[in-house]
């Protein structure tokens, strides 16, 4: 099993020691450089109302704890759109339905440049160290990025992996406790990784998802990415800061390990594997590592974040379990001609995947409600065309927009007692009469998820596997069950694990498989 994420992390952080004195001369320069942009920016007028005090708290607060930075300022404008500075940058926090509408519509309004500057923490080709990059590895718009993964997750290439999918879960979960039979799981440890390893089967090759040694050492660099995207980092690329030395290592190591696996492929027969897809259109070494380092980052954290914390409220909300466990097996019974003595594996593998995509109504309103609550992504944006008018204010060319969903999702307006755990709220006729959209967990309009269909299936078939095999609760450290729900850390942008201790999931293999 690989090393716990909280392992990993601690390591890094054991390192910030070192990092204090650069950490001080960055501060430094920050300082000066906020202090001139502050003063300069006095007087510029963009029709969305600055926020006082000196700018540089503000951008720091943003990096270091963005939600509660942007969802505290948004209740003392009672929810109005705001702008701060990010360095020279003008960002505007937005809020309200005219700004949705507009923010999911607007030709001009980039995602990639938007991420670049305000999220920080996705790999970038830019920081591999002394590669001679082919230009093919450069610029990958997102256009042919969604291209490419839609072929990765066409319905052919699903209906073939999916029996192996299924097997995958039921190997990693194998390896939980006491071979799997009975034990305790961080599940924000282990089904984060267990989500790794089925992003790794979608998006790689076998050998990939079968070496744990490289799994753990790619999670590894991917939290050592995180850990390095400090506000001074991400504002200064070109100060040669110990964090950039870190990221642009990470990076670097990367994006070797995952060349040496394409570089395997190209001597091997060639297979269905995702890999193998891309090298069949001709794209070179590069530009497939590259992409791959891209589609695991965005694969992973999401799926994880709902995964875990739908199988805690389920912990909790017995009711809910016992609905979508009558669910899953009235859906095995519907689709498994196979003896009753036949693996978990064989029933679950006999549900085509229009089984799974329409015939799971009460997982599904389990997995929004869960989605809604917990998962509170921040939509970011550039605007590289002309000015841009929101409700009688203008987003200037150049200036930044992020877009915080929680502002909607955790709106009592929209969705009355915001916090309740209510999967029934989405069986209703229409969940959400007061609104355009209904829901933005998977995003809307030009940038909607492409990972969606993908990411649906592997959090059912997980729950499936889950419910189906086990009896289950949520446990303290010392292994006392736990009636309260715990909250999710929202400022967490890694994990979105639990504020304050550790919870834990005391399983017992309930079926016999
Ligand atoms: C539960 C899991 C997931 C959630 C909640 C989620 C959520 C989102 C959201 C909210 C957006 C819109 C971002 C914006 O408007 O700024 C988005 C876009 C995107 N997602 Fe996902 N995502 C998930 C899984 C995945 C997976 C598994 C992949 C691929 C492996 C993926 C790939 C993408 C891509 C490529 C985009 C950008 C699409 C574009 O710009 O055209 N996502 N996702």
């Known amino acids: 099993?690989?090393?716990?994420?909280?392992?990993?992390?601690?390591?890094?952080?054991?390192?910030?020691?070192?990092?204090?004195?650069?950490?001080?001369?960055?501060?430094?320069?920050?300082?000066?450089?906020?202090?001139?942009?502050t003063l300069r920016s006095k007087g510029k007028e963009n029709g969305f109302p600055k926020l006082r005090g000196f700018q540089l708290y503000h951008a720091w607060d943003f990096f270091y704890r963005r939600y509660d930075f942007l969802l505290s300022n948004l209740n003392r404008s009672s929810g109005k759109s705001f702008s701060f500075n990010v360095l020279h940058h003008n960002v505007i926090a937005l809020a309200g339905e005219d700004a949705r509408r507009v923010l999911f519509t607007t030709p001009h309004f980039d995602l990639s440049e938007g991420i670049k500057l305000l999220l920080g923490i996705a790999p970038q080709i830019e920081n591999?160290?002394?590669?001679?990059?082919?230009?093919?590895?450069?610029?990958?718009?997102?256009?042919?990025?969604?291209?490419?993964?839609?072929?990765?997750?066409?319905?052919?290439?699903?209906?073939?992996?999916?029996?192996?999918?299924?097997?995958?879960?039921?190997?990693?979960?194998?390896?939980?406790?006491?071979?799997?039979?009975?034990?305790?799981?961080?599940?924000?440890?282990?089904?984060?990784?267990?989500?790794?390893?089925?992003?790794?089967?979608?998006?790689?090759?076998?050998?990939?998802?079968?070496?744990?040694?490289?799994?753990?050492?790619?999670?590894?660099?991917?939290?050592?990415?995180?850990?390095?995207?400090?506000?001074?980092?991400?504002?200064?690329?070109?100060?040669?800061?110990?964090?950039?030395?870190?990221?642009?290592?990470?990076?670097?190591?990367l994006f070797t390990i995952l060349c040496t696996y394409v570089e395997a492929r190209r001597k091997a027969e060639p297979t269905s594997e995702a890999i193998d897809v891309l090298i069949a259109e001709g794209e070179s070494t590069q530009s497939i590592a590259d992409y791959i380092m891209k589609v695991l980052f965005a694969g992973v954290i999401n799926t994880g974040v709902v995964t875990c914390w739908a199988l805690v409220y389920l912990a909790i909300h017995s009711e809910w379990r016992e609905k979508c466990k009558q669910e899953i097996q009235d859906l095995i019974f519907r689709h498994s001609d196979s003896p009753p003595s036949s693996t978990l594996g064989e029933k679950l593998g006999a549900v085509p995947i229009s089984g799974w995509q329409n015939e799971l109504p009460m997982l599904d309103a389990c997995l929004q409600e869960t989605h809604r609550i917990c998962l509170t992504p921040m939509a970011f944006r550039r605007n590289l065309g002309k000015e841009i008018n929101i409700g009688g204010q203008v987003v200037k060319r150049g200036d930044f927009v992020v877009y915080p969903i929680a502002e909607f999702h955790l709106n009592p307006e929209f969705y009355p007692e915001p916090y309740k755990f209510d999967p029934s709220r989405w069986l209703r006729p229409d969940p959400v009469p007061n609104a355009t959209h209904k829901f933005l967990g998977w995003g809307s309009g030009r940038h909607a998820c492409t990972g969606m269909k993908v990411a649906k299936l592997e959090m059912k078939m997980i729950l499936a596997v889950f419910l189906e095999k086990y009896d289950y609760e949520l446990v303290d450290v010392d292994g006392k069950r736990v009636s309260q729900m715990p909250v999710p850390n929202r400022n967490d942008l890694n994990q979105t694990g639990p504020l304050g201790p550790t919870c834990y999931l005391d399983f017992k293999q309930a079926s016999t498989d």
């Open 1 to 37: 099993m690989f090393a716990s994420n909280s392992t990993i992390l601690s390591s890094v952080a054991g390192e910030d020691n070192q990092l204090a004195a650069g950490a001080l001369g960055i501060a430094a320069i920050l300082t000066t450089t906020a202090v001139y942009f």
């Open 128 to 253: 591999v160290n002394d590669i001679e990059l082919e230009p093919d590895a450069k610029g990958d718009t997102i256009p042919h990025f969604n291209r490419k993964l839609n072929r990765l997750f066409s319905h052919n290439r699903l209906e073939d992996v999916l029996p192996t999918l299924l097997q995958d879960i039921i190997d990693q979960a194998g390896k939980w406790g006491n071979g799997g039979k009975s034990g305790r799981i961080d599940p924000f440890i282990e089904v984060y990784e267990l989500i790794f390893v089925l992003t790794a089967r979608m998006t790689t090759c076998e050998e990939l998802t079968k070496n744990e040694a490289d799994l753990k050492r790619i999670l590894e660099l991917f939290s050592t990415l995180h850990t390095s995207s400090t506000p001074a980092a991400v504002l200064l690329p070109w100060f040669p800061s110990p964090a950039r030395k870190k990221t642009r290592e990470a990076t670097t190591e």
